[in-house]
């Protein structure tokens, strides 16, 4: 990891905005930036406590999905609804996850047309462990005090529903 910058740049953009006649959206643009930056961090942090594993946050959240599943699988379709994700990259998830032993694919029992995705009893496993990992050296050190994550929840959320990603 990089050493830390001497200054915001993200603050530096903002001034930056406001000086060349933009000040009036000077602020959300710093707000995105600062958004889509803490992602950066949060994701390579992610990324660095699933390396042992093999896994990607994508294929992690997959398996993790599976293993809430009452019974261990999920139409493919289905998962890719509750992942909010392309078809194609639930597809490609699941090929790395089947090559890896982690999931298989099987025809769903009463519909034909659809494929549900199961997890073995290594991925089970692996989804146990790393999920483990995340709450230990991810989540617990999230960075953001309790009052922060109340407030984040809500205003990401309120951001998410009027962006039409949910309804409730």
Known sequence: MAP???????????????????GDV?????????????????LARIEGALKPFGLTFARYELLALLSFARSGALPMNKASALLQVHPTSVT???????????????????????????????????????????NAEVFSRSGFNGQDVDQLIRILGDFRRGAGDFTD
């Open 92 to 134: 490609n998830a699941v090929d790395r996850l089947q090559s890896a032993g982690l999931v298989v694919r099987s025809p769903h029992p009463t519909d034909g047309r659809t494929t549900l995705i199961e997890l073995t009893a290594e991925g089970r496993t692996v989804a146990k462990r790393a999920t483990a990992v995340l």
């Open 4 to 22: 830390p910058l001497p200054r915001d740049p993200i603050a530096d953009a903002q001034r930056n905005w406001e000086s060349h006649g933009w």
């Open 26 to 42: 000077a602020a959300p643009m710093a707000a995105i930036t600062a958004i889509m930056r803490t992602q950066q961090i949060l």
